[in-house]
C-alpha cells in the first residue's frame, strides 16, 4: 500500500473512532472513554457493583454460588474489571475468568441472571439503555470461560 493511501485509511479509521465516542457507531472491540463516563466514572461503576451485589445476595437463582466469597474483595475487583473493560484507567487485578469461575458449572439461566441483574444495577443508577448494552457487549467474550465450556 503506497503511503499517501495508507494516511487515507488510518484518517478514516481515526476519524470513524471519534464517531463512535460521540455515541454513534459500533467499535466493540477499542475501549471508549464515553462509556466509562456514562457509568460514572470508577465511583458510579463502585455504586452500580455495590447495587449488583445485593441484588445478587437477593436472587435465589444464584446466590448459593456466592456463599463465603470475601464480598470486599469481589466488589474491587469487578470494579475495577468494569471501570477497565469500559476505558476506564482502571487496572485490573483478579484472576482470570476461567480460573475465577472453574469448577461453578454455571448455567445459561444462571449466566443470564447475573446479567440482568446488572442491567437492573444500571438502570437504577441512571445509566441510559445504550451504555447498558454496550457494556453487556464487552462482557459477552467472557462467556466461555466463565461457562467454562
Ligand atoms: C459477565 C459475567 C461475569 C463477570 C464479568 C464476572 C466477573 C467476575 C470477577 C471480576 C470476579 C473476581 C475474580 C477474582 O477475584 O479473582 C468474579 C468472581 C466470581 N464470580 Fe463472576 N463474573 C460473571 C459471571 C458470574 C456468574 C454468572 C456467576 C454465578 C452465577 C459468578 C460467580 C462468581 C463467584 C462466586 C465469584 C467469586 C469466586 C471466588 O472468590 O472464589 N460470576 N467474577
Known amino acids: 500500500m503506497k503511503l499517501p493511501v495508507l494516511i487515507l485509511v488510518l484518517a478514516t479509521l481515526t476519524l470513524g473512532g471519534c464517531q463512535s465516542i460521540g455515541g454513534h457507531g459500533g467499535d466493540s472491540t477499542s475501549p471508549s472513554p464515553a462509556l466509562y463516563e456514562q457509568l460514572g466514572k470508577r465511583a458510579g461503576i463502585a455504586t452500580i457493583v455495590e447495587d449488583l451485589l445485593y441484588l445478587i445476595v437477593d436472587d435465589t437463582r444464584i446466590n ?21 473493560v469500559s476505558g476506564g484507567p482502571c487496572t485490573y487485578t483478579g484472576r482470570g475468568m476461567r480460573e475465577s469461575h472453574a469448577d461453578m458449572n454455571i448455567t445459561d439461566t444462571e449466566f443470564n441472571a447475573l446479567a440482568e441483574n446488572l442491567i437492573l444495577a444500571m438502570e437504577a443508577n441512571g445509566v441510559p439503555v445504550a451504555a447498558q448494552n454496550r457494556l453487556i457487549e464487552r462482557l459477552v467474550p467472557m462467556y466461555p470461560d466463565i461457562r467454562n465450556l
Do not use: K
Not at 65 to 83: I, K
Open 64 to 84: 448459593e454460588h456466592f456463599a463465603g466469597v470475601d464480598v470486599e474483595q469481589f466488589h474491587t475487583n469487578l470494579t475495577d474489571q468494569l471501570c477497565s
